[in-house]
């Protein structure tokens, strides 16, 4: 699986962003799907991930009830809606996939970051 994360950019305090992540090969829908984020000096940390069916998702503490991540399994895409965003929000945000027990410590594959910038 490959995967291509976009839609980052620099955004107000209390502002949104949507986060696409365009995955390719044939077993997408089978794979638990993630978002993971990293600060400037800070370790790579968990922030949501969403089962193959899409009816199960999980959340970072920091991110429950402003983040919301979806799939379109038809799209080969999943996405981090990201709203109520706040200056600590900033970090390169990466998109992973594996499986749903072990997803928020060792996805099986990484895409690569992309940048959101939240000014106070």
């Known amino acids: 699986v490959q995967l291509q994360a976009s839609g980052g950019g620099l955004v107000q305090a209390g502002g949104s962003l949507r986060l696409s992540c365009a995955a390719s090969g044939r077993t997408f829908s089978s794979y638990t799907l993630g978002w993971f984020r990293q600060a400037p000096g800070k370790d790579r940390e968990f922030v949501a991930a969403?089962?193959?069916?899409?009816?199960?998702?999980r959340y970072a503490d920091f991110v429950k009830g402003r983040f919301g991540i979806s799939r379109d399994n038809v799209k080969n895409t999943v996405y981090l809606q990201m709203n109520s965003l706040k200056p600590e929000d900033t970090a390169v945000y990466y998109c992973a996939a594996g499986t749903y027990g072990t997803i928020s410590s060792r996805p099986d594959y990484w895409g690569q970051g992309t940048q959101v910038t939240v000014s106070s």
């Open positions: 969403i089962r193959s069916s899409g009816g199960i998702t």
